[in-house]
């Protein structure tokens, strides 16, 4: 909680999914039981640290929270790990979780994630989960979607959509990042892409920086726009390349850098700040994509 504080976040989404790695080696196979109860230890760990940080769940949530000089905890899930029963969302909502991804990398019930052989898009329980998205009010995203089911979502959905932390597959051709075809449809209906920060995503650089993560703010704003671009930095709080490594079963040489200069973890969010405008952003523009654009989709959304 004083990383994210120091590093200037109103709020952040909490990305709830890991836990289920401790009975499973693919994120995409997690148990809602273990979702739940990843949940529910860190809102019981919230609740011992009300001084510094307290749960959101709207717009108004986060806007009360910086007023009070706390960190909005936003409880998010990486991926509806609900397998086929439909009130899973209700309950997760229950829960306070208002941002969802749809999918992880591989085929669940709702619809074909990114590294799927064959993306066969949203199925009819998919098409399901998004409409009990919307009358819920939850914001629907696509991070981990193959990009069939992030376009039938975007089409299907009657709220705008949520790209949380990619960025551009055109200036950094990869399975983690997106084609402009699907990020200009989620634009064009009011959504948001968030820009991830990942170390080794979006440079190969041994010693990488912070630039590489604002190119792809500069291709995103010029592609859709400033009202449609915002921070998604995946970023955790501690060391992110040994975690991978960890994740990925490598070995921490194989990774070209051992992180990020300029936003080594959230604790560094500030930095993105100074980098736009270093890089001659309008005031303006700066405010809507660190949070503004943000809170406007969750307006729309949540409430």
């Known amino acids: 909680y004083k990383a994210a504080k120091h590093g200037g976040w109103a709020a952040v989404a909490t990305a709830n999914v890991f836990r289920g790695m401790v009975n499973t080696t693919e994120m995409s196979s997690i148990s809602f039981a273990d979702l739940v109860?990843?949940?529910?230890?860190?809102?019981?760990?919230?609740?011992?640290?009300?001084?510094?940080?307290?749960?959101?769940?709207?717009?108004?949530?986060?806007?009360?929270?910086?007023?009070?000089?706390?960190?909005?905890?936003?409880?998010?899930v990486e991926h509806l790990a609900i397998g086929d029963v439909l009130h899973r969302v209700d309950v997760l909502h229950g829960l306070g979780v208002r941002i969802a991804g749809l999918t992880y990398n591989l085929q669940n019930y709702i619809g074909a994630g990114l590294t799927e052989?064959?993306?066969?898009?949203?199925?009819?329980?998919?098409?399901?989960?998004?409409?009990?998205?919307?009358?819920?009010?939850?914001?629907?995203?696509?991070?981990?979607?193959?990009?069939?089911?992030?376009?039938?979502?975007?089409?299907?959905?009657?709220?705008?959509?949520?790209?949380?932390h990619n960025a551009s597959y055109s200036l950094r051709p990869s399975w983690r990042t997106r084609k402009d075809e699907e990020l200009v449809a989620c634009a064009r209906k009011g959504g948001l892409i968030a820009i991830t920060a990942v170390p080794n995503s979006l440079s190969d650089d041994p010693k990488q920086n912070i630039n590489c993560v604002l190119d792809h703010y500069d291709y995103l704003v010029k592609l859709v726009g400033?009202?449609?671009?915002g921070v998604g930095t995946d970023t955790l709080v501690g060391d992110h390349v040994a975690f991978h490594a960890k994740m990925l079963g490598r070995l921490m040489g194989s990774l070209p850098a051992p992180y990020l200069d300029g936003l080594e973890?959230?604790?560094?969010?500030?930095?993105?700040?100074?980098?736009?405008?270093?890089?001659g952003y309008t005031d303006t523009d700066v405010k809507k994509i660190v949070g503004g654009n943000a809170l406007n989709l969750f307006r729309r959304v949540i409430g």
């Open 117 to 164: 052989r064959h993306d066969t898009g949203l199925s009819d329980f998919g098409i399901e989960v998004v409409r009990r998205m919307n009358d819920l009010g939850m914001v629907i995203d696509v991070s981990h979607a193959g990009l069939k089911t992030a376009l039938d979502a975007i089409e299907h959905s009657r709220t705008p959509i949520l790209y949380s």
């Open 37 to 76: 109860d990843e949940i529910g230890m860190m809102l019981s760990d919230l609740s011992k640290h009300g001084d510094e940080a307290v749960k959101v769940t709207s717009a108004s949530d986060i806007v009360m929270a910086k007023t009070q000089g706390k960190v909005g905890i936003l409880p998010t």
């Open 226 to 229: 400033p009202d449609h671009v």
């Open 265 to 279: 973890s959230p604790a560094d969010g500030k930095n993105l700040v100074r980098g736009l405008i270093a890089r």
